[in-house]
């Protein structure tokens, strides 16, 4: 089974930016898709972004569409490059891996990392 490391977080100030990485092993990306989510305190997790390997194809949460990149990074790592946070994109972010094409349900993905905390204060 594929397995996912996150990294890249941090604690920043509305209007800065950070780059999170997800390095996958295990397994080739092809023919994948590697999702972003984020969970804030008591909230379910959210999708934020997804990248299909293979043709690739991105998909992005409207609330993040113009600031945050989904984007590969070498062959087993995935990027998400974040722009103009704001208190709002605090969270835990995961990445996660499925087969086949795109999805915005957490429910449709197998293979989960352990998360890497986002906090962007006011």
């Known amino acids: 089974q594929a397995q996912l490391v996150e990294s890249g977080g941090g604690l920043v100030q509305t209007g800065d930016s950070l780059r999170l990485s997800c390095a996958t092993s295990?397994?080739?990306?092809?023919?994948?898709?590697i999702g972003w989510f984020r969970q804030g305190p008591g909230q379910d997790r959210k999708f934020v972004a997804s990248?299909?390997?293979?043709?690739?194809?991105t998909d992005y949460a409207d609330s993040v569409k113009g600031r945050f990149t989904i984007s590969r990074d070498g062959a087993y790592t995935t990027a998400l490059q974040m722009n103009n946070l704001n208190p709002e994109d605090t969270g835990v972010y995961y990445c996660?891996?499925?087969?086949?094409?795109?999805?915005?349900?957490?429910?449709?993905?197998?293979?989960w990392g352990q998360g890497t905390q986002v906090t962007v204060s006011s």
């Open positions: 996660a891996r499925k087969t086949g094409g795109f999805s915005r349900s957490s429910l449709d993905y197998n293979s």
């Open positions: 295990g397994r080739t990306l092809s023919s994948t898709t």
């Open positions: 990248l299909k390997w293979g043709p690739q194809h």
